[in-house]
Each structure stands twice: as structure tokens, then as C-alpha cells.
């Protein structure tokens, strides 16, 4: 089986959304999916991945080779960004047809990827609150860059984003306890859709 992740700028988020999606394969079932993250074209933000011209582009030029695409973006604060993402999959949906075991489903993380990474860490500052990460819009600026930075990581790869991303697949079932809203949905949404193939 072939996934495909679609990140909306993957120069860093492929860092953290691979292994995330290796270790969701492996949770839903499929531990030996091809997960690869999608560098071509090049999406260079969040207006580019929500067009869906440029997700119709992806879905023909890899139609065939891939089984599920996952469109994971940002939420940035934005209410209105499931919306944007279920009327992509509606179109998509259409696109590739009912008759095929094919699928587009699209996840926004609550606020940015980066928070993914950071649930993967046990060793967080202890004044730092949960919720309050979660609820942060900025978390990569208010959490994560300053995390990476006192842990001596920001000149690693994807500003340190390899090294924690590393971690998520030993940390997966904690990553999907603390991120229900869109880490534990998105398996739930993907085994369901598996299991109708």
C-alpha cells in the first residue's frame, strides 16, 4: 500500500509528518505502507495546499502509484479550516470516483504540525500547560522553536524537526492521547477507510 502525504510545505513538516503517518500505518494495521511525503510540486503554503488545482494536479500525477493521500495542513487558528478541508475531499471524491478504493483525507493540526513533534517529548518544561499549547496559534514560535533551542537542536535538520520527529514512533499512542481533535481522528477516518477497501 502506498500512502502519500501531502504537507503544505514539506522542506520541514516532512520531518514530523512521516513518521507520524509510519506509526499510524503500523497502528491502523499496515505496518509495511510505503509512506512517502509529496516534494513535487512543491506546495509553498497553506493558500497553495488548500487550492484545489494544485491537489487535482497531485492526485492525477500520482493516481495509479498511490492508494490514500493525506492532506495534512495547518489550522493556524482558523475555524473555518475543516470546512475548507472537507469540501476538498468532497471534490476529490469526485475526481478519482466512487468506484475506486482510492482516497483524499485531510487533517488539520491543531494549530501547526510542530505541535505533533511536541507531544512526542516527555521532557516538556513543567510550567508549560498543555491546553495552552494546544490552544496556541503561533506554537511553533511560542513552543517548539524555543524547545528545539534550549535542547541544542536548531541546527539540525528541519530546525529539529528530524530529531523529534524520531521520537513520535516510539510515542505514538501518547501523540494520539494528547492530539484526539486531529492525531486519534485521522486513524480513526483511515481505518475506517481501509477496512472498506
Known sequence: MNILVIPEDFRKDQY?????IQAMMSAVGKPKANVRVCQDPLLGGISQALNWENI????????????????LVDRDGETGRRTALDNIEVMARTHLGTATSVALLAENAWQEVEIWALAACDDLPAAWSWSAMRGERDVKEAYFIPYVAEAGLLDQPGQGRLPLGKRIPGKYQRVKTKCTED???????????????
Not at 183 to 196: D, I, N, P, Q, S
Open 56 to 71: 487535482e494536479e497531485i492526485l492525477d500525477r500520482y493516481r495509479g502509484m498511490v492508494q490514500v493521500f493525506l492532506l
Open 16 to 20: 514530523i509528518l512521516k513518521p507520524l
Open 183 to 197: 492525531v486519534a481522528a485521522l486513524e480513526t477516518r483511515l481505518k475506517t477507510h481501509l477496512e472498506g477497501m
